[in-house]
């Protein structure tokens, strides 16, 4: 008997090893990944020398209302109102639903299917096929409701790392969605502050003319004295009739920058008219926050969308690599299924099955490895990506940084070249009428003293534009705060 047990135990130690060495066998003849990867990673801020510059200077990040330090009410009123209708942002709204609906789809691989079905079927059975008499050569009708229910086990991750990188895709849209928002509003105050630059230039051109025509004027009165000719009074006339018609041109670009703003607010052209000059304020004084470099890849919503797209490679990677493990799906159905309305609702109708599929892929002709091949060469993408947009990032901070700085030294000299420039012009407008200097001198003096101002001016809103380009340079206010986010910081 013990023999008996003995010889039991030992063929099912052998059944078993067989068993073991056929699934080896069968798997290492199946499709494998072998020497497919990648080495690529996304850099780190620290990669790279910021040190100089980007000084930390215990700055603050900029907040979602950034704009407001400029103390124009129209300009808030206009970021609103792109917010509320700008086709731009409808589109990156629309991105999100439809990654959000992936996302859901993903989602929904990874539950139990059930499924109800009834179907009703009026046929002529063969007297020579499977259906023996008293079916054979009749007709009949049959009725059919079944409930199925299946269940992919999922045993290698597949479905799991499918909504994972579906989850990375919809946070990844979001924070495309506040790029496109964040550029929407540096494009309207940039324009805005244009509109405010065509304004301030406008006026310097008036008083351009202004100033020529009182030199007609006065050389009208020279002429009458004997102390000038026609010369003069003609070149006075072509001095002032140039000057209208640079105001003319100014008009014609105020306008079409108020079309411009319309356009970027969503609304048609109509809209710009209504738009006031711009009151802008000097704005809050520029100092970087400290931890700039680390704390950027959070704060830049182009750097967050490239993180979350090189995270969704990595679960699209895993995804691609359970396809080539064995793939079991459980299944079962319930129902009744009989001929006729009488006897269908009886235990005699009752069909049950249930059962495994499993599905191993062995040889395919190498469709599976090169899926996973593109898949690395996306996440290869998207880490290069990652990294471009860092570096960029970076880049944008130091590189308006260093023109707000060069703006102020420049204001420094140019003002005090403006006051020199208007007390030249103020002598020599003096010393023209009393006879003491000829038009030319006047002339001169008169284009120095506008160019001056308008290096001023120009130079003051250039300082405006590269301080809103760097706010948005800045992440504009954005934070990451999805779980992933939060708990890295």
Not at 296 to 311: E, H, K, N, Q
Not at 457 to 473: G, P, S, T, V, W
């Amino acid at each position: 008997m013990k023999k008996q047990e003995n010889r039991s135990t030992f063929g099912s130690r052998i059944a078993r090893t067989g068993v073991t060495l056929m699934v080896a066998a069968v798997l290492s003849a199946c499709a494998n990944y072998a020497g497919i990867h990648s080495d690529k990673e996304p850099a780190q801020p620290q990669d790279y020398a910021t040190q100089q510059s980007l000084p930390a200077d215990e700055g603050r990040w900029p907040a979602s209302d950034w704009a407001d330090q400029f103390g124009d009410a129209q300009l808030r009123a206009l970021l609103d109102e792109a917010l509320a209708g700008s086709p731009t942002l409808e589109q990156a709204r629309a991105r999100i639903a439809a990654a959000s609906a992936y996302s859901e789809t993903a989602k929904a691989g990874t539950m139990p299917r059930v499924d109800a079905s009834y179907s009703y079927t009026r046929q002529r059975f063969s007297e020579n096929a499977l259906v023996p008499p008293p079916y054979a050569g009749s007709w009949q009708s049959e009725n059919k409701g079944l409930l199925s229910a299946s269940y992919d086990l999922d045993l290698w991750g597949k479905n799991r790392e499918a909504l994972k990188s579906a989850v990375s895709q919809v946070q990844a849209s979001r924070a495309d969605a506040e790029a496109v928002r964040l550029a929407l509003d540096t494009s309207i105050a940039r324009t805005y502050n244009q509109l405010a630059r065509l304004y301030a230039l406008h006026d310097i051109a008036q008083s351009e003319v202004d100033e020529r025509d009182k030199i007609v004027r006065i050389t009208a009165g020279r002429i009458a004295n004997g102390l000038d000719t026609e010369v003069e009074r003609k070149t006075a006339e072509a001095d002032l009739a140039s000057s209208r018609s640079a105001l003319s041109a100014l008009d014609g670009r105020i306008v079409a920058t108020r079309y411009q703003l319309a356009a970027l607010v969503g609304k048609g052209p109509d809209r710009g008219l209504s738009i006031a000059r711009p009151q802008l304020g000097i704005g809050d004084e520029v100092r970087l926050p400290g931890n700039l470099p680390a704390d950027l890849v959070s704060r830049r919503p182009d750097i967050v969308a490239a993180r979350w797209r090189v995270d969704a490679m990595t679960h699209d990677i895993k995804e691609a690599k359970a396809e080539f493990y064995p793939d079991i799906n459980l299944s079962a159905s319930l129902g009744l299924d009989a001929f006729g309305f009488g006897r269908l609702l009886t235990a005699a109708s009752r069909t049950v099955s249930a059962g495994p599929a499993i599905h191993l892929p062995i040889f395919d002709g190498g469709a599976l490895r090169a899926q996973l091949k593109d898949r690395y060469a996306g996440f290869d993408y998207a880490v290069a990506t990652y990294d471009q947009t860092l570096v960029t990032a970076l880049n944008d901070v130091a590189t308006n940084l260093s023109q707000i700085r060069s703006t102020d030294a420049q204001l420094v000299d140019a003002n005090v070249a403006q006051d020199a420039a208007h007390s030249a012009q103020r002598l020599a407008l003096t010393q023209y009428r009393a006879g003491l200097a000829n038009q030319l001198t006047v002339l001169n003096a008169e284009t120095n003293a506008l160019a001056s101002e308008r290096a001023v001016a120009n130079l003051k809103m250039d300082r405006r534009d590269q301080q809103i380009a760097l706010a948005a340079a800045l992440g504009g206010g954005y934070t990451d705060t999805s779980a992933d986010a939060l708990a890295a910081r």
